[in-house]
């Protein structure tokens, strides 16, 4: 069973910066692609980064381009989201996710249990 876990949410004032990190473990090998996508209150969960199993591959939102960087840790079962110039736009509960492929809709295999992210003064 894979599990995945993320961790450093929290809550940062607007144009502030935060790093979530993910950590996946029970996959059979190191070859899988990491996602972020992220639900606000009444909305749809939406993609943010994506990030392909050696890190040769990311996508990201166009609401976040230039602002956020995905990137794996050298163990490479870790994956990172540096989140600058944050806005109260981002605030949302973000969650990681882990698949055969690095791809923008939701149809990864496995997910975390998600992290809240609040942007307020």
């Known amino acids: 069973q894979v599990h995945v876990v993320e961790s450093g949410g929290g809550l940062v004032q607007p144009g502030g910066s935060l790093r979530l990190s993910c950590a996946a473990s029970g996959w059979t090998s190191n070859n899988y692609a990491m996602g972020w996508f992220r639900q606000a209150p009444g909305k749809e969960r939406e993609f943010v980064a994506a990030?392909?199993?050696?890190?040769?591959?990311?996508y990201y939102a166009d609401s976040v381009e230039g602002r956020f960087t995905i990137s794996r840790g050298n163990a490479k079962n870790t994956v990172y989201l540096q989140m600058n110039s944050l806005s109260p736009e981002d605030a949302a509960v973000y969650y990681c996710?882990?698949?055969?492929?690095?791809?923008?809709?939701?149809?990864?295999?496995?997910w975390g249990q998600g992290t809240q992210v609040t942007v307020s003064s």
């Open positions: 996710a882990a698949g055969s492929r690095p791809i923008m809709t939701p149809d990864y295999d496995y």
């Open positions: 990030i392909s199993w050696n890190g040769s591959i990311k």
